[in-house]
């Protein structure tokens, strides 16, 4: 095995237990019969998680490579595995009675899945410095009108979440953090290859 399959295997079980914790606790709600207690915002966070943690490993598999299987090249992968963990093993209930106040349940937790999710973008972002720092030397139309705004604006939304809590600003924010990840990565790259084709590019 070569170092970046070593490396791929490690990330992606940190980032596929993140996943299986998601799974486990809509399985739950499934065993319980308990989906029509499924509102909104409990919706939104599991399904943001989900997409970005796809996202995370999708990136990985093009960008660490060159990965130094040694703490300071592993930081960022665990730390962001690990929020991302964190962050799914609070969204779903664990108590079956929790279920019939899921809206309560989830407006308790939101800052802890918010900052959680904070982390493990801030440190994806540290993790891309190199390849930010070339998409702007090299790749100026994608870094300003894609990976820029993209950044800045996910970013923005975890902020928005630590800082609001009524229901409705909520699940809009999700919403949106659920469709922009959707947009950019529906097809992977179309969005700067689009942007570098309109403004462009080398």
């Not at 970046?4 to 079980?13: D, E, H, I, T």
């Not at 300003?144 to 902020?159: G, K, R, S």
């Amino acid at each position: 095995m070569d170092r970046f399959s070593f490396f791929f295997a490690f990330y992606g079980l940190l980032l596929g237990l993140a996943v299986a914790e998601l799974l486990s606790g809509f399985a739950r709600l499934v065993r319980a019969r308990a989906l029509r207690k499924l509102e909104a915002r409990t919706t939104l966070a599991a399904l943001f998680p989900f997409l970005a943690i796809c996202a995370t490993w999708i990136d990985a598999f093009g960008r660490f490579e060159n990965v130094s299987l040694d703490f300071a090249g592993l930081w960022g992968p665990i730390v962001t595995g690990t929020a991302y963990f964190l962050a799914a093993t609070v969204i779903f209930p664990t108590d079956e009675q929790e279920f019939e106040r899921l809206g309560d349940y989830f407006a308790q937790r939101q800052r802890f899945i918010a900052a959680m999710l904070l982390v493990a973008e801030t440190c994806v972002n540290i993790s891309f410095i190199d390849y930010y720092a070339y998409s702007f030397h090299q790749r100026p139309a994608a870094f300003w009108l894609v990976l820029v705004p993209f950044n800045l604006t996910i970013n923005a939304i975890f902020i928005g979440l630590l800082v609001t809590n009524p229901r409705r600003a909520t699940a809009l924010l999700l919403a949106a953090q659920v469709a922009l990840f959707a947009l950019i990565y529906w097809s992977r790259g179309w969005l700067t290859a689009f942007a570098e084709r309109q403004f462009g590019g080398p």
